[in-house]
């Protein structure tokens, strides 16, 4: 079955590194997002992305943040100047054409901000 | 998108099937209904929607209610990796956009050994 891969898995950063996320969604897929999870708080929504351009973001989603689809198959989220409170569980997300709320999540990557 | 309400906990016997509840009683007529579910620290999962007919699937069965205002995910015979947090979430099906989806709390389901 076809997957959303991420990474890394985990990364440990010093406050104020950037951070770069990685995520290679399903090939034949057009929308791309990303979203957020704080230990023991809810999902929360970042950004979404569509033919290239943003077509959403949260009020988390500040300057700080960025996304790219460098290449055809690769989704990054950086994060420019890492804080204490950006430490969540990341998680990529892809969704067909049709039916735009069927989305597939990877597996998450764990940053940990020190 | 319309509000959902969600049990916070159930409980489930393994082998047993599972019933979750929502309520969605501001459903407008072109909103469908989704389930998801997180096992722990995991991404989200896509079980089922469903718009007015009941549906299913190789995961889970979705029981609308005429009325639109409630519905029901089912999971036939529950086991011990069915232990998650599952969520209803109402909204509508645009295509060609890439709007937000919003995750509740849910509802936590352990099934019992």
């Known amino acids: 079955e076809p997957e959303v891969t991420q990474t890394p898995s985990h990364q440990v950063t010093q406050m104020g590194q950037e951070v770069i996320l990685r995520c290679v969604p399903i090939s034949n897929h057009l929308y791309f997002y990303w979203y957020r999870q704080i230990l023991g708080q809810k999902v929360e929504f970042l950004v979404s992305?569509?033919?290239?351009?943003?077509?959403?973001k949260s009020e988390i989603f500040d300057d700080q943040f960025s996304v790219e689809r460098p290449d055809g198959s690769n989704f990054t989220l950086k994060i420019r100047s890492t804080k204490l409170e950006d430490s969540a569980m990341y998680f990529c997300?892809?969704?067909?054409?049709?039916?735009?709320?069927?989305?597939?999540f990877g597996a998450g990557s764990r940053l940990t901000v020190l | 998108d319309a509000k959902t309400t969600q049990p916070t906990s159930m409980d489930c016997a393994e082998g047993r099937a599972a019933n979750l509840p929502c309520n969605h009683s501001t459903i407008s007529g072109n909103e469908y209904v989704y389930w998801y579910r997180q096992i722990h620290s995991q991404g989200p999962q896509y079980i089922i929607h469903g718009l007015k007919n009941n549906e299913t699937n190789e995961m889970a069965s979705l029981i609308i209610t005429e009325d639109r205002k409630s519905s029901t995910l089912i999971l036939p015979h529950a086991t011990l990796r069915d232990t998650a947090v599952y969520y209803c979430i109402v909204r509508v099906a645009i295509s060609g956009s890439a709007r937000q989806l919003t995750f509740g709390s849910g509802t936590q389901l352990t099934v019992l050994p």
């Open positions: 992305f569509y033919n290239n351009e943003i077509s959403e």
């Open positions: 997300a892809s969704s067909a054409r049709a039916g735009a709320n069927v989305l597939t």
